[in-house]
């Protein structure tokens, strides 16, 4: 297991220093002179030249590539060029808001996608199962940044118990920075809980045709234990999959949700970045967005281990 | 067929009980056929609809009348105008032209490219397998969006670069669908015969291997549509995407989000126009995935 961990550890470090190289070599394509841009446009000629010195833009690119590299592995992501501030604490900053809806709505993805999931399955054929199907379909067919926009129609605009978007401020009270956060992440949740129940569902009912859940019935095993202890346990382990893919497309997602919301997390701050042309902004928000993915993806390797005892990392895993 | 009764032995029994098989076999037969008939028929109609937009759709979709701006629904105006008075419904229509054109188009770069990768890879191993592989690693590892988004990111945003940059981020999953089935055909008897009589890599992969691997990856990619209609909208929505004054239904309904409280018709419109696609393909999707997997095959029966 420690072995499988660091392979895939030194495999995470190959990818994302791959990564670094894709993210900084398509940045350079970039039109527009990052010189030009920062000096303004009324600018002449040796001003532009002199912040093109200031700032090695006539360097070789492979030499431009090593000089933020080393740069990003200390934790220098180096200045924004708009904001004129180190990246490194915008960014974990705007992180740190996006990382709150995002792993609410990631939790309530778990809880219910899966309780749906399962409760489908259980009453297969049965209303409730079919219920969580149309559900799920018309969850899955429209994007999450026109639920969005219907959310803020019926609970902003014609309820008008919620505000439209923005954020909070702890400092108002609980009450009002939390309310900021309702729209968000119930849109970020809609179209992933579809997904998971989906999945769920699907697993579980092979899992429940199975030839060990038949023992355990024909034991005279009570129906909720064979569900909970016999069932769930090999029914969830496509869905850990699933979950550490979701966390993926929440990453994504959240770029769209806040901009739909106006809310100032990663998603918003990257937006910006690419509209502005800020280049530092734009690689280590990339950068940092792919990062926590890949990690994602680890945990969900290591709990699969965890769970499914078939798999016993080791030899065969390379 | 033993009875669902007797003891429960190790293995040589059916998965499930005798009933609920027969039950499900007759379902089967039921479900699969309606799916994709309504899949089939539903995108049918909305394909003739887009090819027909410019002729059916009762405005251009461009005409601007300061006298009509923000109606809401109405006889002459179906679903009502939007800022510049440009009727939506007409809009509605043509959107639905480039929102299909973008989705088809999209999984057809990703066919294109990853296709040829995997067979190579399934079939010819080694290190070719191991660099398109683990290159394949590497884009996985980016949440879709933002692979998209750092191909956009780049330079001035067009409609044929989001179909480029869309079609990319599906490429790593055709090319390991494509690599996984590949791999199993590389075995078989007449794949083995055509390599015995000397033929070339190109002809077994071209007319051995290819035309027996379509059928999971055509399915495969029917699916991949949907996703690539949302994700094409996700991206031309947060402005990468297609341009003003283009009737894209993600840009559409950016235009009309500062718009709500006044005009929310303008932003409904293209996002129930975008489910109904959605809907329609993955019904398509899900009809010949049930149609032609084994796997549901084998459980019907």
Redesign the interface.
Same mark, same amino acid.
């Given at each position: 297991m420690t072995l499988y961990f660091l392979k895939r550890l030194i495999g995470i470090v190959l990818?994302l220093f /791959?990564?670094s190289l =894709?993210?900084f070599g398509?940045?350079q394509? #970039?039109?527009g002179n990052v010189a030009t841009i920062l000096a303004g446009q009324f600018a002449d000629a040796s001003t532009v030249a002199a912040i093109e010195q200031r700032l090695g833009l006539n360097d070789p690119a492979y030499l431009q590539y090593w000089r933020w590299f080393s740069g990003v592995v200390v934790g220098d992501f180096g200045q924004s060029l708009v904001m004129e501030r180190p990246v490194l604490p915008l960014i974990l900053e705007a992180f740190a808001s996006s990382a709150i809806l995002a792993g609410l709505a990631f939790v309530l993805v778990t809880v219910f996608g899966i309780t749906l999931g399962v409760v489908a399955a259980v009453r297969e054929?049965r209303f409730s199962d079919h219920a969580v199907s149309v559900f799920s379909? %018309?969850g $899955?067919?429209?994007? *999450?940044?026109?639920w969005g +926009? /219907?959310a +803020?129609?019926v609970f902003a605009?014609y309820l008008g118990w919620l505000p439209?978007g923005g954020a909070g401020n702890l400092n108002d009270g609980v009450l009002a920075w939390v309310s900021h956060l309702v729209l968000p992440v119930i849109t970020l949740t809609f179209t992933l809980i579809a997904h998971v129940s989906r999945l769920t569902r699907s697993s579980m009912i092979d899992t429940l045709?199975?030839?060990y859940v038949?023992?355990a019935r &024909?034991k005279g095993l009570p129906e909720g234990h064979v569900i909970r202890r016999h069932a769930l346990r090999n029914a969830l382990l496509p869905t850990i999959t699933v979950l550490a893919i979701d966390v993926?497309?929440l #990453?994504?997602?959240i770029?769209?949700v806040e &901009?739909?919301f106006s809310y100032p997390g990663i998603g918003r701050l =990257?937006?910006f970045a %690419? *509209?502005r042309h800020d280049l530092p902004l $734009?690689q280590a928000g +990339?950068l940092l +967005? &792919?990062a926590v993915?890949?990690f994602a993806?680890l945990i969900a390797d290591i709990l699969y281990g965890y769970f499914n005892p078939k798999i016993r990392y080791g030899h065969a895993a390379s | 067929m033993p009875h669902p009764d007797a003891a429960p032995s190790e293995g040589g029994l059916p998965k499930a009980g005798r009933l609920p098989r027969r039950r499900r076999r007759f379902q089967a037969i039921r479900q699969a056929p309606l799916k994709l008939l309504v899949g089939a028929v539903l995108l049918t109609v909305l394909v003739a609809v887009a090819a027909a937009a410019p002729w059916i759709a009762p405005y251009g979709f461009e005409d601007m009348s300061i006298l009509k701006r923000l109606k809401p629904p109405s006889a002459a105006n179906w679903l009502g105008t939007d800022e510049f008075g440009r009727d939506v419904f007409s809009r509605m229509l043509m959107g639905a032209r480039l929102s299909l054109m973008m989705g088809f188009a999209a999984t057809a770069v990703s066919l294109v490219i990853g296709v040829p990768l995997g067979l190579w890879a399934g079939y010819r191993r080694g290190p070719v397998d191991e660099i398109i592989m683990r290159s394949t690693d590497v884009l996985l590892s980016f949440p879709p969006i933002m692979l998209g988004l750092l191909m956009l990111a780049v330079t001035p945003p067009s409609l044929w670069k989001l179909i480029i940059a869309v079609g990319i981020v599906y490429v790593p999953s055709t090319v390991r669908l494509t690599r996984s089935i590949t791999l199993g055909l590389a075995g078989e008897e007449f794949v083995q015969a055509a390599r015995a009589r000397g033929e070339k890599t190109f002809y077994i992969l071209h007319a051995e291997i290819l035309p027996n691997a379509w059928p999971p990856i055509m399915v495969e990619a029917s699916l991949r549509v949907t996703f690539a209609i949302l994700l094409g909208a996700a991206l031309s929505f947060i402005g990468l995407g297609a341009q003003p004054p283009s009737s894209d239904w993600g840009l559409m309904i950016s235009e009309a989000r500062p718009l709500l409280d006044r005009a929310p018709w303008v932003a409904l419109a293209p996002g129930l126009a975008m489910g109904i696609t959605v809907i329609a393909v993955n019904l398509l999707g899900d009809g010949l995935r049930e149609a032609l997997d084994p796997r549901t095959k084998r459980r019907g029966g």
């Open positions: 990818i /791959v990564m =894709l993210v398509i940045t394509i #970039m039109p054929n379909y %018309i $899955i067919s429209v994007p *999450e940044f026109f +926009i /219907v +803020i129609l605009r439209s045709r199975s030839q038949r023992n &024909a993926g497309w #990453m994504g997602n770029v769209v &901009a739909v =990257l937006l %690419i *509209e $734009i +990339i +967005i &792919a993915y890949c993806n | -």
